[in-house]
């Protein structure tokens, strides 16, 4: 882990051609006078400069940002007698996460997020990460600004950027610095992860984790600069939220061959626990330092600097594969999720997907769950968004779809170019009209698609908005259109249960019936408990039994999604046809009855209205040989269960 700073010269060329020989001689001069030395009394490390720019690495972000900060108010300082077409200023960005070091570069995701943050900053300007800001927030009192979600060039969603001004550099308490030290070499051990090119691919041969550094009194032989001064008392960093290092699991099989299954179940989870929205995953290098040794939960989240830790073991006996699970509360120790899941072994490589998957899946609900009740003081937009889908996830309901739309909209009045904001609250009011609890569904439609273009226009490669335009395309019946969507969610997000489900659900609707209860499977395979959708799942499931007459079959999967979500009107409907083709008019008649106190329009007044509003409220049954199968059944057993023709 390393704070990885990135800085360029805002107009290099334009001064370079203006005064080459009078620029390179300032230039040099900073370095020598103030860079060089602010990087080592901050115990960085230079990792290469370039003609107008510098990378450089810290093993604290705290230290990263000071570091800026003192840099950029002394380069207000050396030009204050500089013609202003003369002026050297700097750009800075700062990022924090794993790297890959040899010994001339650095390489990684994170050093690529530093250089779009510099590319952001202003001249003069700092821009940070997410990251960053939570490490620094309770250290250093600096009044960097949200500015919201960033899609940038070559990285995939969204990022979080904080801007610090340079008229906010300017107007913060000048820091006193100690003598220039005689020489720029860090005060530290520095350690790198060694990189070896083999095949032309990066094989990590080795690796030291640098602790997160204690926040003590700085030390007699440096003064400390007037920054500490403007923080707050020295405290432990929070963790980011979402933080979560996956531990390398056990194996505990005889055959200690089988070690490579139980190493490609972490990295598979660590890859995918990394695409949660929102998360901060420790890379697989980092986790893998801690291979065999005990688990101290608080230790390594300590060390590592997460609020989580998941950990696990693997069983191979025979044809049978045994893996637990279990997440851990770094700051309690409390453990807050466990799983087992034994399967046979066929397909090795298939299983140990299946198995990630359902565990990411779990993971995600767990850890938003737990975010989202932890209390803050200061809640901001993500604090909301986490509520939110919290929220989203409990049994469906009119009040549920309240609160969660509540909590969203809230998170986008704090940040309205929130692309997370705006596609969550686009989903929830899609959703809502598609499960017949919408007070004003035309209303909830044309926000919601106003939401989703400015989130697809901000953030193309991120799941969440496609998500929402494929729950559009579907609630108008473009079913065809819809999974194409679903399908471009799937491709940037697999662990998505509610995609496979909804691709099964069009290609029902588009004649491919076939298909229908493999996809729904798949959902529930990936994700077994999950309250908000499982009645959903069951009851498709159900209907596509009912439409081809195979009633008792339909019965049972209908029934449990009346026990899923007993507030939710569709089940009831529906069991109101199959009880009703069973002879069973009565419990039909009950059931109907049910439906229509609980849904939030008139469809269930008379068969011709329900034609008329359709599956999702626009008209819509499907391909011809569809809408004769509900013909032929659906409407069949409303009209034995007492709803009127007209």
Known sequence: MAAVVAADIAGYSRLMGADEEGTLARLKACRRELIEPGIARRRGHTVKTTGDGLLIEFSSPVEAVRWAVEMQ??????????????????????????VIVDDKDLYGDVVNIAARLENLAEPGGICISRTVREQIRDRLALPFEDGGEQSVKNIARPIRVYALSADAVAALPKAELPAVPRTTEPRYPHRRVAAIALAGVLIIAGGLWWLWPSPKAPSATATAPPLEKAAVPAVPSAAPRLSVVVLPFANLSDDREQQYFADGVTEDLTTDLSRIAGSFVISRNTAFTYKDKPVNAKQIGREVGVRYVLEGSVQRSGKQVRINAQLIDAETDAHLWAERFERDIGDLFALQNEITSRIAVALNVELVGAEATRPTENPDALDYILRGRAAGWKPISREVYAEAISWFERALALDPRSVEAQSRLAIALVNRMLDQMADSAAADMERAEGLIGQALAASPRFYAPHYAKAQLLRARGRCVEAISEYETVITLYRNLPGAYAHVGWCKFFTGSIEEVIPALEQAILLNPRDPEAIGIWYMRIGLVHLVQSRTDEALLWLEKARGAMPAHPAPHASLASAYALTGDTERAATELAEARRLVSDDRY??????????????GYWGVPKIRALFEATYFVGRGRAGMPEE
């Open 73 to 98: 108010q002394g380069m207000i300082d050396r030009n204050a007698d500089v013609p202003d077409d003369k002026r050297i200023r700097f750009r800075v960005g700062i990022n924090l996460g794993d």
């Open 605 to 618: 007044s008379s068969i011709a209205r329900l034609r008329a509003v359709g599956i999702w409220g626009s």
